[in-house]
């Protein structure tokens, strides 16, 4: 059910975090992997290794999904060196902690540019080639922010938040074809885009607040994006799964607990 023998996979961003683990999972369960990533030549490098220990083929490209164009042309790429794309995630994603009143245009634009239409670039160059074919799987990487907003997070969450609406509208539109569209929705998570705002006591709030008690790995989320593409959800279409540790779901305030009942 989780085999992806002979699949070719696109992950954005995943020369580090999420899209690295992503990338090894996939790779491990049989798939070709591709990506278009921002440079970074040593995180590249080790998704290549993690990619090939498993005896996949590998193929890292320096870009931004921020550019149409450059989506198109990797796309194109990809299909010309890898084969016929069956996969594609859109994982490669900023992030920013600013006051709203803070924020400046370009700020607000830059973050959509990638957080957003990074992902409509994506998703459109995966249907361009999937929907002739009448086959195909896309996984879109949200946030569990978009139902649990955080302060000073707008441009973020506001992205994140319209992640979701495309992945349910693209799944409404080519579920006819056979394409299935769903996102993850990863919680506390320990990637490179997060090292420098969990904070000690970022970190102790967490704790008290996940369920299991802890800040998941990128692994974790990996696992549940394979399951995703596998034939194990083929007929999940425009579903977001969440990957939080229970942290969504935890209401607890520490009330105290009741008295024992009175007889009388």
Same mark, same amino acid.
């Given at each position: 059910?989780?085999?992806?023998?002979?699949?070719?996979? /696109?992950?954005?961003?995943?020369?580090?975090?999420?899209?690295?683990?992503?990338?090894?999972? +996939?790779? %491990?369960?049989?798939? *070709?992997?591709?990506?278009?990533? +921002?440079?970074?030549?040593?995180?590249?490098?080790?998704?290549?290794?993690?990619?090939?220990?498993?005896?996949?083929?590998?193929?890292?490209?320096?870009?931004?999904?921020? *550019?149409a164009a450059q989506v198109e042309a990797?796309? %194109?790429?990809?299909?010309?060196?890898?084969?016929? &794309?069956?996969?594609?995630?859109?994982? !490669? %994603?900023?992030?920013?902690?600013?006051?709203?009143?803070?924020?400046?245009?370009?700020?607000?634009?830059? +973050?959509?540019?990638?957080?957003?239409?990074?992902?409509? =670039?994506?998703?459109?160059?995966?249907?361009?080639?999937?929907?002739?074919?009448?086959?195909?799987?896309?996984?879109?990487?949200?946030? &569990?922010?978009?139902?649990?907003?955080?302060? *000073?997070?707008?441009?973020?969450?506001?992205?994140?938040?319209?992640?979701?609406?495309?992945?349910?509208?693209?799944?409404?539109e080519f579920g006819p074809l056979g394409?299935? #569209?769903?996102?993850?929705?990863?919680?506390?998570?320990?990637?490179?885009?997060?090292?420098?705002?969990?904070?000690?006591? /970022?970190?102790?709030?967490?704790?008290?607040r996940i369920a299991l008690g802890r #800040?998941?790995?990128?692994?974790?989320?990996?696992?549940?994006?394979?399951?995703?593409?596998? *034939?194990? !959800?083929?007929?999940?279409?425009? =579903?977001?799964?969440?990957?939080?540790?229970?942290?969504?779901?935890?209401?607890?305030?520490?009330?105290?607990?009741?008295?024992?009942?009175?007889?009388?």
């Amino acid at each position: 059910m989780f085999d992806l023998s002979g699949m070719r996979v /696109v992950v954005t961003g995943a020369s580090r975090g999420i899209g690295q683990a992503t990338a090894v999972a +996939l790779a %491990a369960a049989g798939a *070709d992997v591709a990506s278009l990533h +921002l440079p970074d030549p040593e995180g590249a490098a080790e998704t290549i290794a993690g990619v090939e220990r498993h005896g996949r083929r590998a193929l890292m490209v320096d870009g931004t999904t921020a *550019d149409a164009a450059q989506v198109e042309a990797f796309a %194109a790429r990809v299909e010309d060196e890898l084969g016929p &794309i069956d996969v594609w995630v859109n994982n !490669a %994603a900023r992030i920013m902690v600013r006051p709203f009143l803070e924020m400046s245009d370009a700020e607000w634009r830059e +973050l959509l540019d990638v957080n957003l239409d990074g992902y409509f =670039h994506g998703c459109r160059a995966a249907l361009r080639r999937m929907a002739p074919r009448r086959a195909g799987r896309i996984v879109n990487v949200s946030s &569990i922010t978009a139902r649990q907003p955080i302060a *000073d997070m707008t441009a973020y969450i506001t992205a994140k938040g319209g992640v979701v609406a495309l992945t349910k509208t693209l799944a409404v539109e080519f579920g006819p074809l056979g394409i299935g #569209v769903n996102a993850i929705a990863p919680g506390a998570t320990e990637t490179p885009l997060t090292a420098h705002i969990y904070t000690p006591e /970022v970190r102790r709030a967490y704790e008290q607040r996940i369920a299991l008690g802890r #800040v998941g790995v990128p692994e974790e989320v990996a696992d549940a994006v394979l399951f995703l593409v596998s *034939d194990a !959800a083929r007929y999940v279409t425009g =579903h977001e799964l969440v990957v939080d540790g229970g942290m969504t779901l935890n209401g607890t305030v520490g009330f105290a607990t009741d008295p024992a009942a009175d007889d009388d």
